[in-house]
């Protein structure tokens, strides 16, 4: 305890210079930070994706206004009545944003319904529970994946449905799975927004008090209303088809969606997420190399001019005892204290983020590397940054001293 007592006492020697550099580890710690969380999610989007990067499918996004005013003030809808079902061969999904309430008793949730081929295409790391398949339907029970873990995975509930319409359906369903943190928003990214709702994960801002997110099975919900849920070529689609598609027929379907809008394959993805990548890294790289050599030249200078400023006060404490050795020792915890606070700083930001959203537009996803980088990064200044101050300790000259008991 008497070394960090000793160690503490060269930082309150220079307060203001210290807190300089506190302040300039924690800028340069913040920049590398919100790069590797985006990183961390684009590449994670990517890895949940990859089940469905596999397959046979493309995103759809229209190139032309969705709706239009004609000159008596009517609103129509470009291509409303003509369906993805109807013109594709070999077509198993065709997915957009299809929505309905859910309430169960006094809590609310947007149910997003997805169908059990794209549902079974998600990363199971992704959630905790049973994938969407023929061995756990029930009649009349809509299959449910949400994020709020008051569910219990098996757990029945009674719920009361809105439809597209407004119209109102008594129905019950079954949570199957929760979704897992770390909080992974897809549309995020590039590669996230042209998956569209094909994944989700867990929602980055806590929900409002009673209202949580689900995931509910297209099938499940057709089976209850009686009917099959079509989707016009009016709108941004994830398109799935099956396996036994031939090259000709997937190049038809995707020159006849070219036609009418903008067509992202597996491809085309894959090469967009490692240019985001690129670019975040060429953005965030050189602000955190200039910012950390600034305040890594700094504390090389502080901790320099520190210790040859108390070269009498050290060799006053070989002089009470303390060995060579202790007086390393005072040095490398000096050093260590100096990483310490701006290392708990950065941790604090994180878990404010992560848990009440403080810093969220910096921080898209926070994961076990976030914390431990900067724990590296001081780890290393601990070991390289004492050398010259050491080094400038034992070839200073002392008068009327001796280091050595």
Known sequence: MYIFNL????????????????????????????????????????????????????YFSVAERNVFIDENGNLF??????????????????MQNDMVS?????????????????????????????????????????????????????????????????????????????????????????AGSEMSSAN???????????????IGCTEDYEALIGEKIKHPINKN??????????????????????????????????????????????TYLPTFIFLFFVSLSGIFAVSTINISSQIKTLS???????????????????ISVICAIPLLIIWIILLLSKYLNTFSGYFLTISAFNYLLPVFICALVCLVVPIVPIYTFKKQSLIALQRKN
């Open 7 to 58: 160690a503490q006492r060269l930082i309150y020697n220079k307060p203001l210079l210290h807190i300089i550099l506190i302040i300039q580890f924690v800028a340069s710690f913040f920049v590398i930070e919100c790069a590797v969380s985006t990183l961390t999610l684009t590449t994670s989007s990517s890895s949940f994706m990859k089940p469905l990067l596999q397959s046979n499918f493309c």
């Open 77 to 94: 809808f470009n291509n409303s009545d003509i369906y993805f079902e109807d013109c594709l061969e070999g077509l198993d999904v065709a």
């Open 102 to 190: 859910l309430n169960v008793g006094s809590k609310a949730s947007s149910l997003q319904l997805q169908p059990e081929k794209l549902i079974q295409k998600t990363s199971p790391d992704m959630y905790s529970g049973e994938l969407f398949n023929s061995e756990n339907s029930e009649e009349n029970v809509i299959r449910i994946i949400t994020n709020d873990k008051s569910f219990q995975t098996g757990s029945y509930h009674d719920v009361v449905l809105t439809d597209f319409y407004g119209k109102e359906i008594n129905a019950k369903i079954k949570i199957v799975g929760v979704l897992a943190d770390p909080a992974y928003v897809l549309s995020a990214t590039t």
């Open 200 to 214: 989700i994960s867990h929602i980055m801002d806590k929900a409002e008090d009673g209202a949580f997110s689900s």
């Open 237 to 282: 689609a994830l398109l799935l088809f099956n396996n036994s598609i031939t090259t000709e027929e997937m190049q038809n379907n995707i020159d006849f969606l070219r036609e009418r809008g903008v067509v992202a394959t597996s491809e085309d993805i894959l090469k967009t997420t490692k240019s985001d990548n690129m670019y975040i890294i060429k």
């Open 316 to 334: 006053l404490y070989g002089m009470l005892g303390c060995s060579d050795k202790d007086i390393e020792k005072i040095i490398y915890c000096y």
